[in-house]
Each structure stands twice: as structure tokens, then as C-alpha cells.
């Protein structure tokens, strides 16, 4: 079975379009990185006869084309993990609140990725959202969970390190409450759960 590699690299220079468009100024190297880290992307099987194929956004709940020969689509995997892991540690740079451009930049540009093709739909995220996030994957447990209380705990730590101000319950709350309508984590009995990854198909 043959694969399509170049809807593949149609779908990377997508993506990297998306990246953009979030509004966040990452430098050609971090964006790169960012890409590689949080997106992998699996060529389609080539059909066997020639299709004319609509490269636009697919979400999970798209079909494939009416008299379109059957073939396995290509994927898009999503991977948070793999996204934090290179999210500069501060507490190792030592660099304070100069690492916040690139950190939270790169955290927005996932959040920006993961809801266009999760959802199909464009949303700004800000630097509340970003810290956020990536303050709950860098303290939860071995099952990537962690208590809604620890949590605001630790995402008010992290904004002293970044110099930003506090956030209250309220705001902390909504801001949950979005992550969880994103996808990117469950709340239950007072513990988060979050989402490490997601596949979505693409023709």
C-alpha cells in the first residue's frame, strides 16, 4: 500500500498556517519546535484512482466524499506532553519573567491548534489560559491528575514566577471551565484530569 506524502506535507504547511494564525510571535525556530513536539502528522493511503481533495480543515465528524474510493485516512496526533516537555524551565534558566514571550507563546499556540482542529473553531487564548495549563502538567500526578484546589495554588505560584499578578477562585474557575470545554481535561469530584493526546483524521 502506497501513501500519500504529499497530502501529508500539505497538512504540515497547514498547520504551520494555524500556528500563525493564533497571533502569537514565536521565532521560526521555537515555532518549528513547537510543531514537531505537540503535532505528528501520518500520510493518508494513496487512492487508486486520482480524487480531487479538499485539503481544508477536517474535523472528526467530516466524511469522505460522495464516490470517493474507499482508503485509510491519515491521522493528526496531538500530544500535551510532548508539548510541556519543551516549555523552558524557568526555575532552570533563571531568566524570571524574560521567558514568558516564548513560554506562554508556545502553550497558546497549542491551545490554538488543539481547538481549531478538535472543535473547527478560531478562539484567542491569553497568557491566563497558557499559564494555566501549563502549571497543572507541571505538577500532576503520575496520572496526570491533580486536585482543583492544587491547582490554583500552583498557577498563582507560577504567575509570581513569571511577575504576573495573582488570579482569584472566580477567574481560576472560568478558566477551567473553558480547558474542560476545550477538551483538554475533565473535572470531576474536585480533580482534573487531563487529556495527554488526541487523533484526529484527515483524507
Known amino acids: ?3 500519500d506524502e504529499r497530502a501529508a506535507s500539505a497538512k504540515r504547511r497547514e498547520l504551520r498556517q494555524v500556528a500563525m494564525q493564533s ?3 514565536l521565532s521560526e525556530e521555537t515555532l518549528h519546535a513547537t510543531l514537531a513536539a505537540f503535532v505528528q502528522v501520518t500520510a493518508p493511503e494513496k487512492a487508486e484512482t486520482e480524487i480531487d481533495s479538499n485539503l481544508g480543515w477536517i474535523t472528526m465528524h467530516s ?3 460522495p464516490n470517493a474510493v474507499s482508503q485509510k485516512p491519515g491521522n493528526l496526533l496531538l500530544n500535551w506532553r510532548k508539548l510541556m516537555d519543551i516549555v523552558p524551565d524557568i ?3 533563571g531568566l524570571g519573567a524574560v521567558s514568558l514571550p516564548d513560554a506562554m507563546g508556545i502553550v497558546i499556540a497549542g491551545l490554538y491548534i488543539w481547538n481549531k482542529l ?4 478560531t478562539e484567542v487564548f491569553s497568557e491566563e489560559e497558557a499559564v494555566t495549563m501549563l502549571a497543572l502538567w507541571k505538577n500532576r500526578d503520575s496520572q496526570n491528575r491533580i486536585t482543583e484546589p492544587e491547582g490554583f495554588s500552583k498557577t498563582n505560584v507560577m504567575r509570581s514566577v513569571y511577575s504576573l499578578p495573582p ?3 472566580t477567574d481560576f474557575s472560568g478558566i477551567i471551565d473553558r480547558l474542560v470545554a476545550l477538551g ?3 473535572l470531576e469530584n474536585g480533580v482534573l484530569s487531563l487529556r495527554e493526546s488526541v487523533c484526529i483524521k484527515y483524507p
Not at 478538535?118 to 473553531?121: L, Y
Open 184 to 186: 483538554c481535561m475533565k
Open 1 to 3: 500500500m502506497k501513501y
Open 23 to 25: 497571533q502569537i510571535k
Open 167 to 169: 488570579l482569584c477562585k
Open 63 to 65: 466524511f469522505p466524499k
Open 118 to 121: 478538535w472543535s473547527g473553531s
Open 91 to 93: 526555575s532552570l534558566a
